[in-house]
Nanobody
């Protein structure tokens, strides 16, 4: 079992920045893709960004040009740099790590953007 520990959420004003981090608890698992999803109140969980072990990235349209995903394979850690935050970015952000056919999820970290 891989546990994912997220950090970096919080309250920020519109236009501000936050950096989320997610570290996998075990280094003996082969992790392929890692990424971030988010879920706002009353809405379905949605993709934010993903990154492969080789560094290929994919972004939802909502974050293109504002969010940057990166990872440190040696640390099994994925990051999400969020700039120019908007109130509509308010959500619980979840980290995901894919190992084989299994998807491992973090517990979520709250991001709140005030107007």
């Amino acid at each position: 079992q891989v546990q994912l520990v997220e950090s970096g959420g919080g309250l920020v004003q519109a236009g501000g920045s936050l950096r989320l981090s997610c570290a996998a608890s075990r280094s003996d698992f082969s992790i392929n893709d890692m990424g971030w999803y988010r879920q706002a109140p009353g809405k379905q969980r949605e993709l934010v960004a993903t990154i492969t072990s080789g560094g290929w990235t994919n972004y939802a349209d909502s974050g293109k040009g504002r969010f940057t995903i990166s990872r440190d394979n040696a640390k099994n850690t994925v990051y999400l740099q969020m700039n120019s935050l908007k109130p509509e970015d308010t959500a619980v952000y979840y980290c995901v790590a894919v190992s084989g056919s299994l998807h491992h999820w973090g517990q979520g970290t709250q991001v709140t953007v005030s107007s």
